[in-house]
C-alpha cells in the first residue's frame, strides 16, 4: 500500500513537471508567434517605402524599432527609445529571422524582454525590424500555475491514498477472510470450506476452484484412508494364518505334520505375495500419468496367448477373422485378460468363452470374456470395480483374493482409452445367468501401430 502511493506521488510530480514545462514552452511560442506577426507587418510597410513615424503599434508590452545596418533608428512606435536600439547591431544576423534575449532596462519593459528580428527593406537600404515583447504575464502565468500545482498537489496525493486504501481494502477483504479460513482449515481435522464472496469477480471464482480442489483433496485423503485402511485389514488375514500356523506347529512340537503346514504356509505366503504385488501396482496405476499407445498390440494373438496358460476347456478362443491391432502397453492389456480369465474359470461351471471383434463404433473394437457361471446382480455391477469390493453370494467372495481385480484391470483399461461393462451371457444386462465381460478398446491399423512404435 505505502509502495504504491509512493509511486503514485513520484508519478504525479513528474506529470506537474511536465505540465509545467509544456506550459512555459507553449507560451513562449506564443509570444514568438505574436512578435513575428507583428514584426512582418512593420516588414511589408518598410518594403512599400511606407514606414509611418512613429508606427502604429498598439499594447503596452510592445516595442518596435527599424534600424538599418549602422544601428540608427529609423522608425520607433511611440513607447520605444529612439536613441539607442533594444539590440545591438552587431548582435545581428542580416538576412535571416531571430530571436534573442534582450536586458529589461534597454528596452524599457518589465522583465525578462523577448525579442525577435526579421529583416526589411531593400537590398539597397537594408533594414531590420525589432519588435520586443515582455515575458512578465508568461512568467506571471507560470508562476500561479506552479502555487497551485504545489498546493493542490498534496492534498490530491492524500485524496488518493485515502481512495486506494479504501478500494486497495475492500478488494483485499474477501482476500483475507480466505486467508483466515485457510488458517482454519489448516489448524484442525477434517474437510472445511473457504467463504465465498457474493460478489461475481475473480475473488470468487478464485474461491469456489478452491473449495473445489478441497473437495477433490478431501476425496482423495477419505479414499486414501480407506485403502490403507482395507490393505492393513487384508494383509492382517494372511499374516494372522501364518503365526497361527507356526504357533500350532510350535506347541505341536514333533507331533507337526510339516508337510501340510509348509503347504499352508506357501498359500498364505502366495497370497500375501499376490497382495503386496496388487497394492504397488494400484499405488504406481495412482501415480503415474496415462501415456496413450505404446506399440501395436493383435488382440487375436494376445487372446490366444492367454487363453494357452489354462486347460481347453473350460477356456475357449474364438479368434476373429481378420487380425484386429488395437495401441496400447502389451504388458497391461495382458494383465487385464489374465485377470479377467482367471475370475471367469474361478465361477464358471464349465465354459469361458474369450472373443474379438469389431464393434458398432468405427474406433473402438470389442473384445468379450464370457462364462456360464451365476452371474452378478445387475445392482452390483458398478460397484465390484471398487477397490477390496467383495460380493456375499458365490460368485462374488474369490478364494484368496482381495477383491482387487477388478479394481485392476479398470485402471489398465482406462489407460489404454477403453471402457469395461458387465453384461449377462446373453447380451442382456439385467440376468443373473453368466456373465460377459465387454471391453472397448481403440481400433488401430498396422501401419499406425508400427508408426507409433
Excluded: K
Amino acid at each position: 500500500m505505502a509502495l504504491g502511493v509512493f509511486g503514485l506521488t513520484v508519478g504525479l510530480a513528474l506529470g506537474g513537471a511536465v505540465l509545467l514545462g509544456a506550459l512555459g514552452y507553449v507560451l513562449q511560442r506564443t509570444v514568438d508567434t505574436e512578435a513575428f506577426r507583428t514584426a512582418d507587418a512593420v516588414a511589408l510597410l518598410a518594403a512599400e517605402d511606407a514606414l509611418p513615424d512613429p508606427l502604429p503599434v498598439a499594447g503596452g508590452q510592445v516595442r518596435v524599432q527599424v534600424i538599418d545596418t549602422q544601428g540608427r533608428i529609423r522608425a520607433a512606435s511611440i513607447d520605444a527609445d529612439r536613441l539607442v536600439p533594444m539590440v545591438r547591431p552587431e548582435r545581428l544576423d542580416t538576412g535571416h529571422r531571430q530571436r534573442l534575449e534582450a536586458p529589461a532596462e534597454r528596452v524599457g519593459l518589465a522583465g525578462p524582454v523577448r525579442v525577435v528580428a526579421v529583416p526589411a527593406g531593400t537590398a539597397a537600404d537594408p533594414l531590420t525590424v525589432l519588435v520586443a515583447r515582455s515575458m512578465a504575464d508568461v512568467r506571471h502565468s507560470t508562476h500561479v500555475a506552479r502555487v497551485i500545482l504545489l498546493v493542490a498537489f498534496p492534498l490530491l496525493v492524500a485524496v488518493l491514498a485515502v481512495v486506494a486504501w479504501r478500494v486497495v481494502g475492500a478488494t483485499l477483504r474477501p482476500v483475507e477472510a480466505l486467508r483466515r479460513g485457510a488458517e482454519e482449515i489448516t489448524g484442525r481435522a477434517g474437510a472445511g470450506r473457504l467463504p465465498v464472496p457474493a460478489s461475481a469477480d475473480e475473488i470468487h471464482r478464485l474461491a469456489v476452484t478452491l473449495n473445489g480442489m478441497l473437495d477433490r483433496l478431501e476425496t482423495a485423503r477419505a479414499r486414501q484412508r480407506a485403502f490403507v485402511s482395507d490393505a492393513a485389514h487384508e494383509l492382517r488375514s494372511p499374516l494372522t494364518n501364518i503365526r497361527t500356523e507356526l504357533e500350532v506347529a510350535q506347541r505341536l512340537a514333533d507331533r507337526t505334520d510339516w508337510t501340510a503346514v509348509t503347504a499352508n504356509l506357501l498359500a498364505d505366503t502366495e497370497r500375501l505375495s499376490r497382495l503386496v504385488d496388487d497394492l504397488l501396482l494400484l499405488a504406481r496405476l495412482d501415480e503415474t500419468p496415462i501415456a496413450r499407445g505404446t506399440g501395436p498390440v493383435e488382440l487375436g494373438a494376445l487372446l490366444t496367448e492367454v487363453a494357452a496358460r489354462y486347460p481347453s476347456p473350460p477356456v475357449r478362443v474364438a479368434p476373429p477373422p481378420d487380425p484386429l491391432w488395437t495401441i496400447g502397453n502389451v504388458d497391461e492389456l495382458r494383465r487385464v485378460l489374465s485377470n479377467l480369465v482367471d475370475n471367469a474359470v474361478r465361477h464358471a461351471h464349465g465354459s469361458v468363452l474369450l472373443a474379438a471383434e469389431p464393434s458398432g463404433e468405427a474406433a473402438y473394437h470389442l473384445v468379450t470374456v464370457t462364462d456360464d457361471g451365476p452371474g452378478i446382480p445387475a445392482d452390483d455391477r458398478r460397484r465390484v470395480f471398487d477397490r477390496f469390493t467383495r460380493l456375499d453370494d458365490g460368485r462374488g467372495r474369490d478364494d484368496g483374493g482381495a477383491g482387487l481385480g477388478l479394481a485392476i484391470v479398470r485402471e489398465l483399461v482406462r489407460r489404454a482409452g477403453g471402457t469395461i461393462t458387465l453384461t449377462d451371457a446373453d447380451g442382456r444386462v439385467d440376468a443373473q445367468s453368466g456373465l460377459r465381460v465387454c471391453l472397448l478398446l481403440p481400433a488401430s491399423s498396422i501401419e499406425d501401430g508400427l508408426g507409433q512404435t
